[in-house]
């Protein structure tokens, strides 16, 4: 099995067990060529995690989900301290957290890391935004946190697949879309409310995707990714 030529799968290494983590990233990163570790793992590990992760696929590109969000100040040396010492594919903050915490921490990151801002959690339908305040219907909501993220120089956005087309038509093509809640056919939502499979996602013009479960849950993890890579390849060609 090799990499992807430009990683489409970043799978995520949700576990708080680094062994298991050490594993999949061994047998996982030579296929997908991308990982991503999120703050159940790093905080359980702490950089010595990331490294483990690192040293078990050093051919893959990682990206670091911490999802900052603070003071600009504090933003901004939190992504200084990881670029200089992971330079990871990706990193990401909070949408929330407004222009100048962004900019800070696009001003942070090293040449080699791309920034992308969080817009609304893909465990949130429009009733739960509604109850933590935002007004505005859930796809509007997404897409001007979007245009605010562009404005504020990012590289893109992690959102649902439900709203890569508006914001592709927003903000345009050079702006990459980090997606999870992917599932492919056949496979349970889980805690995701709004989910896509690989094909549809990859159609409606998203850069990168983010599956977890239906591969690390795999009882072969490695077959599990080729399996969805080959098909994201026969719809392609088709």
């Known amino acids: 099995m090799s990499a992807a030529s430009s990683p489409m799968i970043f799978c995520a290494l949700d576990t708080p067990d680094l062994a298991q983590a050490k594993a999949w990233a061994e047998?996982?990163?030579?296929?997908t060529g991308a990982l991503k570790v999120g703050m159940e793992f790093v905080?359980?590990?702490?950089?010595?995690?990331?490294?483990?992760?690192?040293n078990a696929a050093p051919d893959a590109e990682l990206f670091i989900d911490l999802?900052?969000?603070?003071?600009p100040n504090t933003v901004a040396g939190a992504v200084r301290a990881v670029c200089q010492r992971f330079a990871?594919?990706?990193?990401?903050?909070h949408a929330a957290g407004g222009i100048e915490m962004m900019q800070a921490a696009k001003d942070a990151c090293t040449p080699q890391t791309k920034l992308?801002?969080?817009?609304?959690?893909?465990?949130?339908?429009?009733?739960?935004?509604?109850?933590?305040?935002?007004e505005h219907p859930l796809t509007e909501q997404v897409t001007r946190m979007a245009k605010l993220t562009q404005d504020s120089g990012l590289d893109g956005v992690v959102c649902s697949a439900l709203?890569?087309?508006?914001?592709?038509a927003l903000c345009g093509n050079d702006f990459?879309?980090?997606?999870?809640?992917?599932?492919?056919?056949?496979?349970?939502?889980?805690?995701?409310?709004?989910?896509?499979?690989?094909e549809e996602a990859l159609g409606k013009g998203a850069t990168h995707l983010v599956i977890g479960r239906p591969i690390t849950g795999a009882a072969d993890p490695a077959q599990a990714a080729q399996d969805i890579l080959e098909s994201i390849r026969k719809d392609a060609a088709a």
């Open 163 to 168: 709203e890569i087309e508006p914001i592709r």
């Open 176 to 198: 990459d879309l980090m997606v999870p809640g992917i599932r492919p056919a056949g496979s349970q939502s889980q805690d995701q409310k709004r989910v896509m499979t690989p």
């Open 88 to 93: 990871p594919a990706y990193l990401n903050v």
């Open 116 to 134: 992308l801002a969080v817009t609304i959690l893909t465990s949130l339908n429009q009733e739960a935004i509604r109850t933590v305040g935002y």
């Open 27 to 31: 047998t996982i990163g030579p296929v």
């Open 43 to 54: 905080n359980a590990y702490g950089p010595h995690g990331i490294e483990t992760v690192q």
């Open 67 to 71: 999802k900052y969000h603070d003071i």
